[in-house]
């Protein structure tokens, strides 16, 4: 059974269902701050969306979507398909109405966010990864669950929509943001509340150049499909689908001007950066904007800019390397810029 929602799922998410869903998670998500990146970087702020109760950005969606969930529908229990953060996300928003929930991840996921899923009281299976959607929906024909998805649902779009209003509220000035791409969920939201209150204001997409099938969708104009054995070995392990959904890839084209790329060196020095200038734990897929900011051509063109920590859920050993050696000892960034709409300055 796929999650309901008043709406038909190939319409753009109107701003209302993002400003209701805001209401609908407010005693579970944290309204995380936005944080200064230093006195050398002055039009540089980064959205502290790691500091969520889960480690990272997904539990506003998928609080939303069991809060939209019919309450005979709900009783019967959730089922999704992740690689970590949207599963311990859903593990968190099941717990606290109290039904059951189970998470498929793919094999080989990072222990950390198995254990943190399980330890919000999900059933975790694992599944080679190819095997994750239709392991999914095997689940959830057997248990009469409702199946959450990680990104391609307007209820989860909506919920992450939420982090955009409260960057507009904080920031009211803002002139550009940056945020990660996945599946797309979360750029979907975040385009959705902007472009709805803030029209003028820029959102630009963030992928690894390793897995960077957004990037190519927008600069060929059809959505882009990459094989996992692409996509996985990138060490933004959040930002490794292939593809955007559907309706997210509808948003994109509505409302994001372009996609930028970063290298994998370049998520790793920013996810030390991260640390330094703000003291906060960033996993490499959420590091990925800070990355883009830092190697920009032309940073001045984006004006004032939040950069979206979407997440801090990472290996402590992994992170530990990451942010050892002092930044003279990394290898230096590369960005390569790719989009559709060109925006002012030399980005697109």
């Not at 319409?11 to 998500?29: K, Y």
């Not at 709900?74 to 109290?98: D, F, K, P, Y």
């Not at 939420?162 to 791409?181: M, R």
């Not at 959420?286 to 063109?301: E, I, K, Q, W």
Request: charged share 20%; glycine share 10%.
């Amino acid at each position: 059974m796929a999650s309901s929602f008043a709406s038909d799922d190939l319409r753009l998410v109107p701003l209302r269902d993002v400003q209701a869903a805001a209401v609908r998670i407010a005693d579970t998500c944290v309204r995380t701050p936005v944080l200064g990146a230093g006195a050398d970087l002055p039009r540089l702020w980064l959205k502290a969306d790691s500091l969520q109760p889960t480690g990272a950005f997904k539990l506003r969606g998928a609080t939303n979507a069991v809060a939209v969930l019919e309450p005979d529908v709900r009783a019967r229990g959730v089922v999704t398909h992740s690689s970590g953060n949207h599963g311990q996300a859903l593990a968190c928003a099941a717990a606290r109405a109290g039904i059951a929930c189970t998470v498929v991840m793919p094999e080989g996921s990072v222990t950390a966010k198995v254990e943190a899923t399980r330890a919000w009281g999900a059933t975790v299976e694992l599944v080679p990864t190819a095997e994750r959607v239709s392991a999914c929906t095997a689940l959830a024909e057997r248990s009469g669950a409702t199946v959450v998805p990680p990104f391609d649902d307007p209820a989860i779009i909506a919920g992450q929509g939420t982090v955009g209003l409260e960057i507009l509220e904080q920031l009211p000035d803002v002139q550009t943001v940056l945020v990660p791409v996945g599946g797309g969920g979360l750029i979907s939201g975040v385009a959705a509340a902007i472009k709805g209150l803030a029209p003028k204001v820029r959102v630009i997409g963030v992928e690894p150049e390793l897995a960077a099938d957004a990037a190519e969708g927008m600069r060929t104009g059809t959505l882009a499909q990459w094989p996992l054995e692409r996509t996985t070995v990138t060490i933004a392990d959040g930002l490794r689908g292939g593809s955007v959904g559907v309706l997210n890839w509808a948003h994109l084209q509505a409302y994001v001007e372009s996609v930028l790329t970063v290298g994998e060196a370049g998520i790793v020095a920013a996810v030390g950066e991260i640390a330094r200038r703000a003291r906060l734990v960033a996993e490499p897929s959420g590091a990925v904007t800070t990355a883009a900011y830092l190697a920009h051509p032309d940073r001045d063109s984006l004006g004032r800019t939040v950069a979206v920590v979407s997440g801090g859920n990472v290996d402590p050993l992994a992170y530990a390397a990451m942010i050892g050696g002092p930044p003279s000892s990394r290898e230096p960034v590369a960005l390569d810029v790719t989009g559709s709409a060109p925006a002012p300055g030399s980005e697109r």
